[in-house]
C-alpha cells in the first residue's frame, strides 16, 4: 500500500513539472520550455509516455527557435512575417517589422495598408488614417479593401475615412 503511494506522489511530481515546462512552451518561452523538458527527462525516466512526449516537445522548441532565426531580407520577408506576428496577436512586434520593410523599399502600399490595419485594432485613430491615406495614394485598390475591411469597422463612420475611402 504504501509503495503504491510513493509511486502515485512521484507520478503527481512528473505531472507538475511536465505541466510547469508545457506552461513555457505555450507561452513561447521555447528556450526555457526545453530546458524544463530536458530536466525532466533526467529527473523521471520512468514516466515513458512523458519522457517520449517530452522529447518531442523540445524538437518543437528547436524547431521554432530556428523559424524565429529565420534571416528577413525582402520587403515581402518582413511583410508575411508581420502577417505570421499579426495572427499571435504581437502587434507591436509585426509593426516594427513593417518599420524595417519600408526603411527597405521605402513606400510599399501593402506594407502602409497593414501598419494602418494594425494602428486601427490598437484603437490608434489618428495613425491608422495616416497608414490608410498613404496605402490608397500608393494603389487606389486599398480603398475598396478598407470599405470593406471588418479591422476598419470603427473608423466607418469617421468623416476622415469616408472621405480618404470615398464612401458617400
Not at 141 to 156: C, G
Request: proline fraction near 2%.
Amino acid at each position: 500500500m504504501k509503495d503504491q503511494k510513493v509511486k502515485k506522489d512521484e507520478y503527481q511530481r512528473a505531472l507538475a513539472s511536465y505541466g510547469q515546462a508545457m506552461k513555457e512552451f505555450h507561452k513561447g518561452d521555447f528556450d526555457k520550455a526545453a530546458d524544463s523538458l530536458a530536466e525532466f527527462i533526467e529527473k523521471y525516466p520512468a514516466e515513458p509516455e512523458l519522457v517520449d512526449r517530452a522529447r518531442i516537445y523540445i524538437e518543437l522548441c528547436k524547431n521554432r527557435e530556428k523559424k524565429e532565426r529565420m534571416a528577413l531580407k525582402t520587403v515581402d520577408d518582413h511583410y508575411f512575417c508581420a502577417v505570421y506576428k499579426i495572427n499571435q496577436g504581437d502587434y507591436d512586434g509585426a509593426l516594427k517589422l513593417l518599420e524595417k520593410a519600408l526603411d527597405m523599399k521605402g513606400d510599399e502600399g501593402k506594407v502602409h495598408y497593414l501598419m494602418a490595419d494594425i494602428h486601427c485594432i490598437q484603437g490608434r485613430t489618428d495613425e491608422s488614417l495616416e497608414s490608410l491615406k498613404k496605402a490608397i495614394q500608393k494603389d487606389k485598390y486599398f480603398r475598396i479593401l478598407a470599405q470593406n475591411e471588418i479591422d476598419f469597422e470603427p473608423l466607418w463612420e469617421d468623416k476622415r475615412f469616408k472621405v480618404l475611402t470615398r464612401v458617400a
